[in-house]
């Protein structure tokens, strides 16, 4: 069965950074897209990233534009999100999520891992 | 940006009745819109794909119909497993953006 478990959150200082990791299993990780979605305490959800299956195409959000970057190792079957310069607003759970091929949507997340920036 | 607006906000309704939540763009966004399923405290759920085709394992009681900016999820007879929150999304095709709904709240009445 599909299966993708994040890890890396804690808590971190404004301006701080910090690295996600979401393993893969139960699939083929090499053959699919891969998506960050986050989602703020008591808030709705917000798709931060997505990267290609071979890792040639990255799409960021505005919000994250210049201060995320998105990369995986298929050879790990493992997804990473770098965040530098971290700001109060970036506290959330972050979800990795798999794309659904052919459509326009995530079919598979974790369960998610909670970044908090705070001094 | 295209924008989903959800409506309701909350929805109060009673085990075994029919349940319509809805989800408008603010411009077309073809078939290109999914509902995701969320309890408190876990990751959210795929449910429809596509504007109208279930996801794996999704019981036959959940559907999905709409096109261009005005898409509805109905569930026909709810159960007591199926109140949670709702959300709509959607991929535009340039810039390449994924957004969601505010989310409707479906809570037992």
């Known amino acids: 069965q599909v299966q993708l478990v994040e890890s890396g959150g804690g808590v971190v200082q404004p301006g701080g950074s910090l690295r996600l990791s979401c393993v893969a299993s139960?699939?083929?990780?090499?053959?699919?897209?891969m998506h960050w979605v986050r989602q703020a305490p008591g808030k709705g959800l917000e798709w931060v990233t997505y990267i290609r299956f071979d890792g040639t195409t990255k799409s960021y959000a505005d919000s994250v534009k210049g201060r995320f970057t998105i990369s995986r190792d298929n050879s790990k079957n493992t997804l990473y999100l770098q965040m530098d310069s971290l700001r109060a607003e970036d506290t959330a759970v972050y979800y990795c999520?798999?794309?659904?091929?052919?459509?326009?949507?995530?079919?598979?997340w974790g369960q998610g891992t909670l970044v908090t920036v705070s001094s | 940006e295209i924008v989903l607006t959800q409506s309701p906000d909350t929805l109060s309704l009673s085990p075994g009745e029919r349940a319509t939540l809805s989800c408008r763009a603010s411009q077309s966004v073809s078939s290109r819109l999914a509902w995701y399923q969320q309890k408190p405290g876990q990751a959210p759920r795929l449910l429809i794909y596509d504007a109208s085709y279930r996801a794996t394992g999704i019981p036959a009681r959940f559907s999905g119909s709409g096109s261009g900016t005005d898409f509805t999820l109905t569930i026909s007879s709810l159960e007591p497993e199926d109140f949670a929150v709702y959300y709509c999304?959607?991929?535009?095709?340039?810039?390449?953006?994924?957004?969601f709904g505010q989310g409707t709240k479906l809570e037992i009445k």
């Open positions: 999520a798999r794309d659904l091929t052919g459509s326009s949507h995530f079919d598979y």
């Open positions: 999304q959607q991929r535009s095709n340039w810039p390449p953006e994924y957004t």
């Open positions: 139960g699939f083929t990780f090499s053959g699919y897209g």
